[in-house]
């Protein structure tokens, strides 16, 4: 059984809108898809930046704590030195008081002087 020729051809014209719509949709797919795509590189482009970020900061604070340790170790030898300094002058000041000074060392040597002038 045949169609008749006007119905044919509104099938036809049917089939072809159908087929029109199924390519127009598959290209909106593509084009959504490239957009997709854009948008992912971006976000992978990003993400590389920022790893590469995040491996400077580490590598900074990893020279800064080195830094920081060796700061440390020399004020800690800095203080041992303050301290056995700090001894030395305790020592001397006490060893300072126990002897005189020049002008009392002067006046003793002019008297020891006349002392033995009279003997």
């Known amino acids: 059984m045949k169609l008749p020729k006007k ?4 099938a036809k014209k049917k089939k072809s809108t159908e087929n029109d719509d199924l390519k127009s949709g598959i290209h909106h797919l ?7 795509d854009d948008k992912v590189s971006l976000v992978a482009e990003q993400y590389g930046d920022i790893k590469k970020d995040i491996n400077d900061i580490k590598n900074t ?3 800064h704590t080195e830094t920081l340790n060796s ?3 020399m004020i800690g030898r800095i203080n041992i030195d303050v301290t056995i300094i700090k001894e030395d002058v305790e020592f001397i000041k006490s060893s300072l008081k126990k002897k005189i000074d020049i002008d009392e ?3 003793l040597e002019r008297r020891v002087a006349l002392l033995e002038k009279r003997r």
């Open 7 to 10: 119905l044919s051809n509104q």
């Open 30 to 36: 593509g084009v959504i898809v490239e957009h997709i």
């Open 61 to 63: 604070l990893n020279s």
């Open 71 to 73: 700061h440390t170790e």
């Open 105 to 107: 060392f002067s006046a």
